[in-house]
DNA sequence: AGCATAAATGAAAATGATTTTCATTTTCAT
DNA sequence: ATGAAAATGAAAATCATTTTCATTTATGCT
């Protein structure tokens, strides 16, 4: 008689998921691994790698690059947004990229992709630098 | 006497660039190093990251990134342009990006920022994949 | 030619994100 | 309560990329 295992729980998975959302839904493992640790939260660092993968096979969160190569980890259908960056400060403001989405789209369809994401972001001197 | 050093060659440059057309445009630094290997010429590794990043910043090349996050470097018409990468095998399309040049003026104005670039860059599954 | 100087080179070590290993702990149908 | 399978996490392994540093090379000057 075969046992039924579907329904084991994760106990790092939603807090993982937690942490991500309160980060503003877009971050790096490092970073939510950090988070946790500062809030006292009792994970290990592999353990984060590993709730960030599932949670993405199962299209919860997205995976994005830095321009470093580094996962940025993003919750779908979470508020989805760019980047305004500050060469000189580092200072980052998210803003709203209508236009772009609709871009994006466009395109896509246009070369007849599927399953279609996108990057954006915009970097230059901000007014104090 | 201040003396000129601008005319400095680098044996390296031509050679890394070379190759990376002859891999047909579209290349990791590893997969370089590698070829130019195989095919008996003495570089180091070193060297090879350097040339890409030097070209890279002469706008000659591009830099990509593969799903795992490695840096794959691509040739560059010149002309500034986005990119359509399948996730799947790597193709990839120059397209134009009229409306996203529009829409990252309209924010850089915005909230004041100055000598503003940026990136944007779309990618999903070509209909082969 | 010969010298001085700064850039270019590359081997080896360092870095840093991510994955793997493996021993231990937890979960849950029975 | 039991036991099989999954989850966990510390430490080690991987792998691309960067840094260090000693050596070589290209170039301008005399």
């Keep these: 008689m075969a046992y039924c295992w579907e329904h084991r729980l994760s106990r790092s998975n939603p807090r993982v998921l937690n942490t991500l959302e309160r980060a503003g839904g877009f971050a790096s493992a490092q970073e939510i691994y950090r988070l946790m640790q500062r809030e006292g939260e009792s994970i290990g660092l592999t353990t984060v790698y590993r709730s ?3 949670l993405a096979s199962e299209k919860i969160v997205d995976i994005l690059r830095r321009d470093d190569g580094e996962a940025i980890f993003r919750l779908c259908g979470g508020a989805h947004h760019h980047h305004l960056v500050c060469k000189g400060c580092g ?3 998210e803003i709203e990229g209508g236009e772009v989405e609709k871009w994006a789209k466009v395109i896509a369809e246009e070369y007849g992709f599927r399953d279609v994401g996108h990057t954006a972001e915009i970097f230059g ?3 104090k630098c």
């Design 125 to 127: 001197l901000c007014e």
């Design 52 to 54: 960030l993968q599932s």
């Design 91 to 93: 200072d980052t403001v």
